[in-house]
């Protein structure tokens, strides 16, 4: 229960910040209305057809990728972004060196960041529902829901990994810039990898977001059932256990180095 107040505790101050700048978060809103169109039109220009798409109509292919990217780097970002947050109004140091378990205040302090991300996913595939009439085709909940679990966990690690770099070397964080692009060119978010050369199509099975997306598509457009997706969703596991542990493992590292030094409010 205390933890779930401390969690609360943090949405909230996130969100009412958020919402103090009302222009800015309508804005936000149109922007992604104005994106779902321009993909709508976009896809319009692709071949449905084309090889990886499996038997998936280019726009939602498309959006799903998209909506799924732009919540995959919310949560690769969210880490990194509010450590740097917090070091500039120096209250880093005050929530850090507090009772409350470390991995609590890492995990409570993005809380707002991931709720966020996942409304506007949502408002990204009723916009594409209600708009422009896209059918989904959901008969396993499960897969669907062990899909976006899986996701954001695994989102989570790497962007902890992201946080630990900033805090460890006090710079730039290329973690977050190289897995952004990365999963861009290879995570079959705006094309599928079979269109990819042979000699780099193989980068795509190490990247968590190839295999979040062939569960999620499976399971949202295509009616997929749980089995149909298990392989996926047992790859997608093996690698959301490496990098969950591995983030935590990283922060703990960089959080006590800079508690040694006293440097947690330098940047």
């Known amino acids: 229960m205390r933890l779930l107040k401390k969690l609360w505790a943090f949405l909230v101050r996130d969100f009412l910040s958020d919402v103090s700048y009302r222009f800015a978060f309508v804005l936000q809103l149109g922007g992604m209305l104005f994106a779902v169109c321009g993909f709508y039109f976009f896809s319009k220009m692709v071949n449905p057809a084309t090889e990886g798409l499996d038997g ?6 498309l959006l799903v990728g998209v909506a799924f990217q732009i919540y995959f780097s919310t949560a690769l970002s969210a880490f990194s972004d509010k450590v740097r947050s917090e070091q500039v109004l120096g209250t880093l140091e005050a929530m ?7 991995s609590v205040v890492i995990f409570s302090s993005t809380a707002y960041e991931f709720t966020w991300g996942a409304l506007r996913l949502v408002i990204y ?3 594409a ?10 008969k396993s909940p499960l897969a669907l829901a062990c899909g976006i679990v899986l996701t954001l966990l695994s989102s989570a690690g790497i962007g902890m990994l992201s946080a630990s770099f900033i805090l460890y070397f ?6 977050n810039f190289i897995l952004s692009m990365g999963t861009m060119f290879f995570g079959n978010v705006f094309f599928p990898s079979k ?12 990247l968590p977001m190839s295999w979040s997306l062939k569960v999620v598509r499976g399971a949202l457009l295509k009616g997929a059932s749980f089995s149909e997706v298990s392989g996926e969703l047992g790859r997608l596991a093996v690698l959301t256990a490496i990098l969950v542990p591995l983030g935590l493992f990283g922060a703990r590292i960089a959080i006590r180095r800079a508690k040694r030094e006293g440097s947690l409010v330098q940047y």
């Open 129 to 138: 529902v209600f708009i422009f009439g896209v059918h989904l085709d959901v």
């Open 56 to 61: 998936i109509e280019p726009f939602p292919w």
């Open 125 to 127: 595939l009723l916009s």
């Open 195 to 206: 269109l990819l050369p042979d000699s780099v199509r193989a980068i795509s099975a190490w």
């Open 170 to 175: 006090k710079r730039g964080d290329p973690v």
């Open 96 to 102: 850090l060196v507090s009772p409350t378990p470390t």
